[in-house]
C-alpha cells in the first residue's frame, strides 16, 4: 500500500469503529482484481479493482480509499468513498447509505440508493498571506522551542548536533530504517482497531522526532550566524532553515531529495543519541 494513502486508511478505521463494525471482519483490499459476491463483513478498498457482480448480495459496509470499484449488485450496508473511483450501474442497490467525500465517481439514475449524502471538500490555493502566516507561526513556534532548549539544555543540541556532522552516515542508516520499518508497523496496527490508538500515538511520536530534527538543524545554523547569544542564534538559525525547507522544493529534482535526506539524518541522530540524552559512541572493533 502507498504510503500516501495511510492517512486515509486509519480514517476508514475510525469510520468503521464508530459505526460499530465487528473489528475481527474487516478485509482491506491493497492491489489486483477482485469480485466480491459473498461479503459478510466491512471491506476497504485500496489499490484495487473491486466489483460488485450482477447478482450478488453484499453485507457491507465498503470503504473506498483508491482503486476502481464498481457496483452492479446489492450493498446492504454503506458505501463510503473517501477518494479512487467509484462506479454504480444501473440496477445496482445501495440499501443503506452512499456516503461521497472524495474521488471521482459516476451514479447511474437507475440505480436504487436508500440515502445519498454529499461532503465535497473545497480544495483552495492558499493565498500568500496564508502562506506568510503559516511560516511565520512555524518560526515562532519552533524558533521559540530552539531559543530554550538552546538556552537551558544546550547539552541535549549539541549531542545530537554532533552526531548530525560527525556520524552522518550512521544517522542517515538508522533514520531511513526506522522510519520505513515505523511506517509499515503503524499500518498493521491500524488494521486492528484496537491497536489504533497505539499508531496515532507512534505517529504524534514521530512527528515530535521531525521537530526536534528541524531544531537541530536550526541550532547547527545558528553557530555560524554572527550573534553571541546561543538562543537567538539557535532561534535565527531555525528561521532560516524552515525558509530553506520552503524553497527546496522548488528545485528540480533533487530539492525534494535534498529535503528527505536531511530529515533522515536528523531523525537517526536524535533516535540514537536518545534525544541528546547521550552522546553516541560508534562501536570500537577490535584490533
Not at 136 to 147: D, K, N, P
Given at each position: 500500500?502507498?504510503?500516501?494513502?495511510?492517512?486515509?486508511?486509519?480514517?476508514?478505521?475510525?469510520?468503521?469503529?464508530?459505526?460499530?463494525?465487528?473489528?475481527?471482519?474487516?478485509?482491506?483490499?491493497?492491489?489486483?482484481?477482485?469480485?466480491?459476491?459473498?461479503?459478510?463483513h466491512a471491506v476497504i478498498v485500496g489499490d484495487a479493482t473491486v466489483t460488485v457482480p450482477d447478482d450478488a448480495a453484499v453485507s457491507g459496509p465498503i470503504y473506498v480509499i483508491a482503486g476502481d470499484t464498481q457496483i452492479r449488485g446489492t450493498v446492504d450496508g454503506d458505501v463510503v468513498q473517501l477518494a479512487g473511483e467509484l462506479t454504480v450501474y444501473e440496477g445496482a442497490t445501495i440499501a443503506d447509505e452512499l456516503r461521497l467525500v472524495?474521488?471521482?465517481?459516476?451514479?447511474?439514475?437507475?440505480?436504487?440508493i436508500g440515502?445519498?449524502?454529499?461532503?465535497?471538500?473545497?480544495?483552495?490555493?492558499?493565498?500568500?498571506?496564508?502562506?506568510?502566516?503559516?511560516?511565520?507561526?512555524?518560526?515562532?513556534?519552533?524558533?521559540?522551542?530552539?531559543?530554550?532548549?538552546?538556552?537551558?539544555?544546550?547539552?541535549?543540541?549539541?549531542n545530537v548536533g554532533d552526531s548530525v556532522t560527525e556520524h552522518s552516515i550512521v544517522s542517515a542508516t538508522v533514520g531511513l530504517l526506522v522510519s520505513v520499518t515505523s511506517l509499515?508497523?503503524?499500518?498493521?496496527?491500524?488494521?486492528?482497531?484496537?491497536?489504533?490508538?497505539?499508531?496515532?500515538l507512534?505517529?504524534?511520536?514521530?512527528?515530535?522526532?521531525?521537530?526536534?530534527?528541524?531544531?537541530?538543524?536550526?541550532?547547527?545554523?545558528?553557530?555560524?550566524?554572527?550573534?553571541e547569544h546561543v538562543g537567538l542564534a539557535s532561534a535565527a538559525g531555525t528561521v532560516l532553515f524552515l525558509g530553506l525547507l520552503t524553497v527546496l522544493p522548488w528545485v528540480p529534482i533533487v530539492g525534494s531529495w535534498i529535503g528527505i535526506t536531511l530529515f533522515v539524518v536528523g531523525i537517526g541522530a536524535v533516535l540514537i543519541t536518545f534525544f541528546g540524552l547521550r552522546e553516541f559512541e560508534p562501536v570500537q572493533l577490535p584490533e
Amino acid at each position: 500500500m502507498r504510503p500516501e494513502l495511510v492517512p486515509l486508511l486509519i480514517v476508514a478505521l475510525l469510520l468503521l469503529s464508530a459505526g460499530g463494525a465487528d473489528v475481527d471482519r474487516i478485509e482491506i483490499l491493497s492491489d489486483g482484481e477482485h469480485v466480491i459476491d459473498d461479503r459478510e463483513h466491512a471491506v476497504i478498498v485500496g489499490d484495487a479493482t473491486v466489483t460488485v457482480p450482477d447478482d450478488a448480495a453484499v453485507s457491507g459496509p465498503i470503504y473506498v480509499i483508491a482503486g476502481d470499484t464498481q457496483i452492479r449488485g446489492t450493498v446492504d450496508g454503506d458505501v463510503v468513498q473517501l477518494a479512487g473511483e467509484l462506479t454504480v450501474y444501473e440496477g445496482a442497490t445501495i440499501a443503506d447509505e452512499l456516503r461521497l467525500v472524495g474521488g471521482v465517481r459516476t451514479v447511474s439514475s437507475g440505480a436504487t440508493i436508500g440515502e445519498r449524502t454529499s461532503v465535497e471538500p473545497v480544495a483552495r490555493e492558499p493565498s500568500p498571506l496564508v502562506r506568510v502566516g503559516s511560516f511565520v507561526l512555524q518560526s515562532l513556534v519552533l524558533g521559540g522551542i530552539g531559543f530554550g532548549l538552546a538556552r537551558w539544555k544546550p547539552s541535549l543540541l549539541r549531542n545530537v548536533g554532533d552526531s548530525v556532522t560527525e556520524h552522518s552516515i550512521v544517522s542517515a542508516t538508522v533514520g531511513l530504517l526506522v522510519s520505513v520499518t515505523s511506517l509499515a508497523l503503524f499500518v498493521f496496527m491500524a488494521f486492528t482497531l484496537i491497536l489504533l490508538p497505539i499508531s496515532l500515538l507512534g505517529l504524534l511520536t514521530g512527528l515530535l522526532v521531525l521537530v526536534y530534527s528541524i531544531v537541530i538543524y536550526g541550532f547547527l545554523v545558528g553557530q555560524y550566524l554572527p550573534l553571541e547569544h546561543v538562543g537567538l542564534a539557535s532561534a535565527a538559525g531555525t528561521v532560516l532553515f524552515l525558509g530553506l525547507l520552503t524553497v527546496l522544493p522548488w528545485v528540480p529534482i533533487v530539492g525534494s531529495w535534498i529535503g528527505i535526506t536531511l530529515f533522515v539524518v536528523g531523525i537517526g541522530a536524535v533516535l540514537i543519541t536518545f534525544f541528546g540524552l547521550r552522546e553516541f559512541e560508534p562501536v570500537q572493533l577490535p584490533e
